[in-house]
Structures are given as structure tokens and as C-alpha cells.
């Protein structure tokens, strides 16, 4: 077994070089070890200056997120045996601007997140005195899988669309309004429709799979935008069939 590991580091310090550069490092292998332990133990014991985002530790909140060996995970829950004997090249998520070494913007992430109206909609509140709005297993379990999401951002930085057409809401944005959709207790599906149905929408996907296949939360993206696909294409043709209305 190793007894270290060299990590390479994609750098980005925009104050002394305008150009990425890859820094080597090594760090003691433990086998309890992942990636994100061996960033701290870098951070803490070798390079104070290496900048990355983390949080919980517990693959929750989504903020470590970053390129290994061109795959995108959290690094809070990759194990770094599983790259053995190295090295181990360690980048910033594919398709966003970088701030600083593996820190990433996030505010376009955000707006497409917006953009879909990611909150129970209604019509008309009833009374708080008629008591809470029921639901029933079956229906949690229609929407509960989209509600796993964690806004981690792997699943863009999978994504070859959005590599390719920046301005596609993207697949998380559309399971995070899948999971309102299918709640019963929404009513907001058409406003999302204007967004999910439009040239930056739904039809942008070329139904490549990666984003269900890295997603951390077993969320599968790829199948929410196929059923909005269905969902689409059915109201359209209802739409031309029978313009007024079903009689």
C-alpha cells in the first residue's frame, strides 16, 4: 500500500498569473481518507493559499464539488484510495468561471434555479383555520426523488450542452421544477412552462445520460427532462387537436 500520494492542483491566482497552472503536491495516504481530507491536509500542513469550497462533510450541502480526474464528485465523500497509486488531478467544476483555484461562480447556477420558480405555487390560499394541505404517500413518493437534489452542480459540469450552449437552464434546474410539478399541493406548472418550454429549455438536451450518472443523490435529471419532454409534446399536440378545450 502507497504511503503517500501525489495530488496534482489546478491553480488559477488571477493577481500573479492570468493562466492556470497545474501545482504538485504530496500527502501521507490514510486509508479513511478522501480527496477533501487530502486539500485540508494541503491547505493546513503544505499551502495555505489553496482555495476550494466545503461545508459539511457529509455530502449535504454540495459545496465541495470539484473535478477528479476529469469526473466531477464531492470531495467529501470520494474515497482517495480509490485513485490509487496516483497522481490525482484535482480541478474545478467543468463549464463555470473560476474565481480562485477550485472556487467557482455560482450566480448563473443560481439564477437558472430561479428562473423555474423552485417554491409551491397556488392560485388561491385557503384559510390557515382549514389546517394544512394533505398528501398522501403515493403522492410524496411522485415528486420525492427530484427533492433529493442538493445543488451540488455536478450534474452541469457533466453536462456536454451546457458546455456548449451556455444559456441552457440545465439539469438540475428542470428536476428542481419537476419536483414542484408533481407535487400536488403546486399549481405553478404553467408559469414554469414558459421557461422549460423555451429555446433555452427542456429541448436543449440531447438525452447524454452524464448528469444522472454523477449525480450524488441518485436525482436522475436526465429522467425529469424526459418526462417534461412527454409532458410537452403532449400538451402541444392537445394544443392543435383540440384548441378549445376537451368537450
Not at 435529471?221 to 424526459?226: F, L, S, Y
Not at 410537452?232 to 376537451?246: D, M, R, Y
Request: aromatic content about 10%; charged content about 25%.
Amino acid at each position: 500500500m502507497a504511503e503517500k500520494v501525489k495530488i496534482q492542483v489546478l491553480r488559477y491566482i488571477p493577481e500573479k498569473d492570468p493562466d492556470p497552472f497545474y501545482q504538485e503536491y504530496e500527502v501521507p495516504f490514510r486509508k479513511e481518507w478522501v480527496i477533501l481530507d487530502a486539500l485540508n491536509y494541503i491547505k493546513d500542513e503544505i499551502d495555505g493559499s489553496l482555495s476550494y469550497r466545503w461545508s459539511c462533510r457529509m455530502g449535504v450541502c454540495g459545496s465541495c464539488g470539484m473535478m477528479v480526474n476529469d469526473i466531477p464528485v464531492l470531495t467529501c465523500e470520494t474515497f482517495l484510495e480509490k485513485y490509487l497509486p496516483g497522481p490525482v488531478r484535482i480541478a474545478p467544476l467543468n463549464y463555470f468561471a473560476v474565481i480562485r483555484d477550485l472556487v467557482v461562480e455560482t450566480d448563473g447556477f443560481m439564477e437558472k434555479v430561479k428562473r423555474v420558480k423552485p417554491w409551491i405555487i397556488r392560485e388561491e390560499e385557503k384559510p390557515a383555520a382549514e389546517g394544512e394541505y394533505l398528501q398522501t404517500p403515493d403522492q410524496l413518493s411522485e415528486y420525492k426523488q427530484y427533492s433529493m437534489c442538493i445543488n451540488c452542480m455536478l450534474c452541469y459540469a457533466a453536462c456536454p450542452v451546457v458546455g456548449l450552449e451556455p444559456k441552457f437552464i440545465g439539469p438540475a434546474a428542470i428536476a428542481l421544477a419537476q419536483r414542484y410539478n408533481y407535487d400536488n399541493r403546486d399549481e405553478g406548472q404553467k408559469m414554469r412552462d414558459d421557461v422549460l418550454l423555451s429555446d433555452d429549455g427542456i429541448y436543449e438536451c440531447t438525452l447524454v445520460g452524464e448528469c444522472s450518472v454523477v449525480c450524488p443523490k441518485h436525482v436522475d435529471p436526465a429522467g425529469a427532462i424526459q418526462r417534461y419532454k412527454v409532458t410537452g409534446a403532449t400538451e402541444w399536440w392537445t394544443s392543435v387537436l383540440l384548441p378549445f378545450g376537451k368537450k
